[in-house]
């Protein structure tokens, strides 16, 4: 089975970093995905990382240890319509299908 | 190029009705997945269709649930006699291939099922 971890809450302020861990314990890896989601909306894709590192992407970046199951995601000049859940989801070996953490709702204030 | 459609985005059923959702894919994309999110919980995977074919349905509960995704039109997930417990968000997500980055899979609308 798959267990993905990550903070319930975070709080930030306009124009601040926030870093949102996910640790993961799985059957098998093949990639490690961020979706954003505001509330009533659909996922939307943010980064993949396959291979140990940071990729970034403009405002947000996301690192991969993969010796140690852990992920974080980076936003960086937080803007107010960041706020919204952050979905850390690891697809296994020979797997397609994702699965997701709970969610990490971020909310920025003024 | 249009994103994944799914339709109705709210649906309404009675215990004991059907309910029927159905998925467009991206255009190009020949893969489907369907995601159930509970309230407060993260999503999880329910079924993975490609056309004509389930290929994994590991994730559906047994009884009164189905999906199917004919060689044409949408992908529809199903649920006969719907119960309370069937209330959530229901996500579709289409992908074009199974492997490396280009395989990431976009998610749609979602249809939000009350059950009353």
């Known amino acids: 089975g798959q267990n993905i971890d990550q903070p319930t809450e975070m709080t930030a302020t306009e124009g601040a970093i926030v870093q949102i861990n996910c640790t993961y314990q799985?059957?098998?890896?093949?990639?490690l995905f961020w979706y954003q989601q505001h509330a009533g909306e659909a996922p939307t894709f943010l980064s993949y990382?396959?291979?140990?590192g940071l990729e970034e992407k403009g405002r947000f970046s996301s690192f991969l240890s993969r010796s140690k199951g852990y992920s974080y995601l980076l936003l960086k000049e937080l803007q107010m319509k960041d706020s919204a859940s952050y979905l850390c989801?690891?697809?296994?070996?020979?797997?397609?299908?994702?699965?997701f953490g709970a969610g990490t709702t971020v909310t920025v204030r003024a | 190029n249009a994103g994944v459609m799914q339709n109705p985005r709210h649906l309404v059923r009675r215990r004991g009705q059907e309910a029927r959702l159905r998925c467009s894919p991206m255009?190009?994309?020949?893969?489907v997945y369907w995601y159930r999110q509970l309230p407060e919980e993260g999503l999880k995977f329910m079924v993975y269709?490609?056309?004509?074919?389930?290929?994994?349905e590991s994730g559906m509960p047994k009884e009164r649930f189905s999906a199917e995704f004919p060689k044409e039109g949408p992908s529809i997930l199903r649920i006969q006699q719907v119960v309370r417990g069937d209330s959530a968000a229901y996500f579709c997500?289409?992908?074009?291939?199974?492997?490396?980055?280009?395989?990431?899979?976009?998610f749609g609308p979602g249809t939000r099922l009350t059950v009353l």
């Open positions: 269709l490609q056309k004509e074919n389930i290929i994994d």
């Open positions: 997500a289409s992908s074009p291939r199974t492997s490396g980055e280009a395989d990431t899979q976009y």
């Open positions: 990382n396959v291979l140990d």
């Open positions: 255009k190009g994309h020949s893969h």
């Open positions: 799985t059957s098998g890896f093949n990639g």
């Open positions: 989801a690891v697809r296994g070996g020979n797997d397609y299908k994702l699965s």
